[in-house]
């Protein structure tokens, strides 16, 4: 079955760390770029980083720049997010996403990070 | 940086025929994509490269896109399309993703 399973979510203090992991099956992994996309409760899609498909290429929004790293290992099929330095508005539920180009062709499930002390 | 606007909700009644529009300057120019997600789910794409279905999405799906605006229209709605309804580009500029802020669709 073609699909992205998040994992790694949970609650962290202002200030602490955390690594989202997503992994990938179904489908050749190597051969796609990934997305982070994130939603804050009862708010809309914000795009958060992408990787390419080799992990030479990353991108991200400029709310995250310098405390996210986005990172891949195509060995194992996952795609992970280290986000340090974490504020209180990083509350969200993360999704990672199969990027076609700029297309996100393929969601995950999502996984709620929870930033509170 | 590059904004998306797109009206925070549309009613319509059954049957009937749904305009969503996301606007951006010269957005006729770049490739727009449109999500759908119902609560408590992820999204799903439904329209790629303006006017493109992926395979599931049914034919009463389709969008357009020229000059400022870009459209997502839903023809014979059904109460199953009830949804935030997401617009998206890539910011050549930028190398950014961009989504609009999302609309709601209610079915009357």
């Known amino acids: 079955e073609v699909q992205l399973v998040e994992s790694g979510g949970g609650l962290v203090q202002p200030g602490g760390s955390l690594r989202l992991s997503c992994a990938a099956s179904?489908?050749?992994?190597?051969?796609?770029?990934m997305h982070w996309v994130r939603q804050a409760p009862g708010k809309g899609l914000v795009w958060v980083s992408r990787?390419?498909?080799?992990?030479?290429?990353?991108t991200y929004a400029d709310s995250v720049k310098g405390r996210f790293t986005i990172s891949r290992d195509n060995a194992r099929n996952t795609v992970y997010l280290q986000m340090n330095s974490l504020r209180a508005d990083d509350t969200a539920v993360y999704y990672c996403?199969?990027?076609?180009?700029?297309?996100?062709?393929?969601w995950g499930q999502g996984t709620l990070v929870t930033v509170s002390s | 940086s590059y904004v998306l606007t797109q009206p925070p909700s549309v009613s319509v009644a059954p049957g009937k025929t749904a305009r969503i529009t996301c606007g951006g300057n010269?957005?006729?120019?770049?490739?727009v994509h449109w999500y759908q997600q119902k609560p408590g789910q992820a999204p799903v794409l439904g329209i790629y490269?303006?006017?493109d279905r992926p395979s599931g999405i049914p034919e009463r799906f389709s969008g357009s896109n020229s000059g400022n605006t870009a459209t997502l229209t839903i023809s014979g709605v059904e109460a199953g399309d009830e949804a935030d309804y997401y617009c998206?580009?890539?910011?050549?500029?930028?190398?950014?993703?961009?989504f609009g802020g999302g609309t709601k669709l209610t079915v009357l």
């Open positions: 490269y303006d006017s």
């Open positions: 179904g489908f050749t992994f190597s051969s796609y770029w």
């Open positions: 996403a199969r990027g076609e180009g700029a297309v996100a062709g393929l």
């Open positions: 990787i390419s498909s080799d992990g030479s290429s990353t």
């Open positions: 998206q580009v890539w910011d050549s500029s930028s190398d950014h993703v961009v």
């Open positions: 010269n957005i006729g120019s770049k490739s």
